[in-house]
């Protein structure tokens, strides 16, 4: 039931980056339930890849529905503060006036370019630390259903903001509890990221 409702609201939404993040993750999931873990600790690094060098090979402005002009203003605000960034604000500040980053550039629709303007290198390393800890964590668990998020989150990750860590704002604030259960649920242990699971989880624990 839960499955075709996911379906049905990725179908209702008409992304077509929601669209492609979830085939890919569900084939990578039914693989890594046949025992093939090898495919999941090869695509998540290329899809991350592909998310890190995709906005500094873009050519147009108009290249993916507009993001070429988000993706080329933010790098510019990245290179005049390269380790720091411009401060998680940041696109908050500039949408206060008329931009050349255009209206739509409410974050800056990837994660890595998002992490470059907010948080400088620094930022992008804490959010490639993370991933990276994430795979290791599903490679450990074995767990299908989770190798199947990881990799949607680093798929969607390529237009979109998967995480936000400021404030929830965006609706990245979603993604928070799966990664808690992949960082802190025990290795073998059946996964339920729920917000309610994780409160039963922790009280059991304490």
């Not at 928070?176 to 802190?184: C, E, K, S, T």
Request: proline share 4%.
């Amino acid at each position: 039931v839960a499955g075709a409702l996911i379906s049905l609201a990725l179908i209702w939404t008409a992304s077509r980056t929601s669209l492609a993040a979830a085939v890919i993750a569900v084939l990578v999931g039914f693989a890594v339930l046949r025992g093939h873990r090898w495919l999941f600790a090869l695509v998540v690094p290329a899809l991350v890849i592909v998310g890190i060098v995709l906005p500094f090979q873009t050519q147009s402005a108009e290249d993916f529905t507009g993001r070429g002009r988000i993706w080329f203003g933010s790098l510019e605000a990245w290179r005049d503060s390269p380790i720091i960034g411009q401060g998680p604000d940041f696109y908050a500040r500039i949408g206060q006036f008329a931009n050349e980053l255009g209206s739509t550039a409410y974050h800056g629709h990837n994660t890595w370019v998002n992490a470059l303007a907010t948080g400088g290198l620094l930022g992008a390393f804490a959010i490639l630390l993370l991933v990276t800890v994430m795979l290791v964590r599903v490679m450990k668990r074995k767990d299908a259903a989770l190798a199947a998020w990881v990799v949607a989150f680093v798929a969607v990750a390529i237009l979109e903001v998967t995480l936000e860590v400021r404030n929830p704002a965006n609706r990245a604030w979603v993604t928070w509890f799966p990664i808690v259960a992949i960082l802190f649920g025990r290795d073998g242990e059946p996964c339920d990221p729920t917000p309610s699971a994780l409160s039963v989880r922790s009280l059991a624990r304490s």
